[in-house]
């Protein structure tokens, strides 16, 4: 099992940056599938970026252009770069794992005003 701790959200200004980090405990990083998803009060949870275990990435529409996510098999980690933020991107940001099982961390908050 592996446990999931995100960090760097915050509370920012409509076009400018936050940088999301999401550290993996345990072994074997390189063989999950790793994503962010961000839920609001007014949606569902949404799936904001993959990057699979091949270094396959994928986007949600809204995000694309404006988020880079990473991973660094090194450290355990995968990033979410939030470039050019607007209203609409607050929420709560989870980090997500996929490899045998499916697994959440316990979520940071980003708050973007107008």
């Known amino acids: 099992q592996v446990q999931l701790v995100e960090s760097g959200g915050g509370l920012v200004q409509s076009g400018g940056s936050l940088r999301l980090s999401c550290v993996a405990s345990?072994?074997?990083?390189?063989?999950?599938?790793m994503g962010w998803y961000r839920q609001s009060p007014e949606k569902q949870r949404e799936l904001v970026a993959t990057i699979a275990s091949s270094g396959t990435i994928n986007y949600a529409g809204s995000v694309k252009g404006r988020f880079t996510i990473s991973r660094d098999n090194a450290k355990n980690a995968v990033y979410l770069q939030m470039n050019s933020l607007k209203v609409e991107d607050t929420g709560v940001y989870y980090c997500?794992?996929?490899?045998?099982?499916?697994?959440w961390g316990q979520g940071t908050q980003v708050t973007v005003s107008s």
């Open positions: 997500n794992a996929r490899w045998r099982g499916f697994y």
């Open positions: 345990g072994s074997f990083f390189s063989n999950y599938n």
